[in-house]
């Protein structure tokens, strides 16, 4: 998943670095014309990423519900809830960016600039869906008093630090220069490289935890 957003995102459709916000809409509709054929490929490999993250998340609760399984799993539920969500958030971003490179040519810079800034706004502004995520992974993880712990404390802390660092992405909103516009150190590059170091930290643990149930089991 991280493998395949970084190929759509970096030499395909040319986001990193971030076209800058403080552009006018000629800038903007000439970068989408330029890479249009990037921008539709690229995009259409997101959503595949979409799928993959539905895997990984749902791998995840399944590890944490066993942590629940003497209650109601409502930590469970909320990760799931929360997965979905930003599910369906990673594919209108990339709905928004494929619709400004449908017409290259035809459709106005104005709509092209605006479609550009959804796409932006969907991507990095809807950072709560994923703070609470990381949070309920934390609950759970902090309530196992098991002899064989399902994740390592540490983890909870990793996602407690997740979820803060997310909350720069709010004040995209806010300005169009600086570490708080969307190609900001603050609002963009620190949430995306945390977010994927967390998608990597996630899935060695679980497949640990994994690995650890298997062997218990087999005992």
Known sequence: MTVLFFVAFVPLARFLPPPSPAQDAGAITAFYNEHTGGIRVGFFLVL?????????????????????????????????????????????????WEAAAYRPGVTSPDVTQALNDLGWFTFLWPWVPFSVWCVAIAIPIFEDNAATRTYPRWVAYVNLWTAVLFLPAGFIVFTKTGPLAWNGVLAFYIPLFVFFIWVVLMSVTTLQSIRRQIAVDAV
């Not at 399944?62 to 969500?85: D, F, G, H, K, N």
């Open 48 to 96: 595949m990423v979409a799928g993959m993250f539905l895997t990984f998340g749902t791998t995840v609760a399944a590890r944490t519900r066993r942590i629940e399984s003497r209650r109601q799993p409502l930590m469970t539920y909320l990760q799931l809830t929360s997965m979905a969500v930003c599910a369906v958030i990673a594919v209108f971003c990339g709905i928004f």
